[in-house]
């Protein structure tokens, strides 16, 4: 069982920064794609970034140029660098990781942007 720990959430006022991190551990197959997605009150889950093993990255047309994804494969981290941030930012942010045939979340991290 993946287990997927986020940190780096907090509030910030808009055009602020954070960055946002998720080790993932337990795994017995190679982690591929790790990514970021969010969801606000009442919406769906969005993606946010995804980055593979080799370090191909894709991002969502409302963070490109705002946000970078990366991510450390030997410490199966990934890493949300997160700049000129908006109040429309302001979300529940969860990791995913895919794992073999599995896909997990982390418990996801408040993201709070003020105006």
């Known amino acids: 069982q993946v287990q997927l720990v986020e940190s780096g959430g907090g509030l910030v006022q808009a055009g602020g920064s954070l960055r946002l991190s998720c080790a993932a551990s337990?795994?017995?197959?190679?982690?591929?794609?790790m990514g970021w997605y969010r969801q606000a009150p009442g919406k769906q889950r969005e993606l946010v970034a995804t980055?593979?093993?080799?370090?191909?990255?894709n991002y969502a047309d409302s963070v490109k140029g705002r946000f970078t994804i990366s991510r450390d494969n030997a410490k199966n981290t990934v890493y949300l660098q997160m700049s000129s941030l908006k109040p429309e930012d302001t979300n529940v942010y969860y990791c995913?990781?895919?794992?073999?045939?599995?896909?997990?979340w982390g418990r996801g991290t408040q993201v709070t942007v003020s105006s």
């Open positions: 337990g795994s017995s197959f190679s982690i591929n794609v």
């Open positions: 995913k990781t895919i794992a073999g045939p599995s896909v997990y």
């Open positions: 980055i593979t093993a080799s370090g191909r990255t």
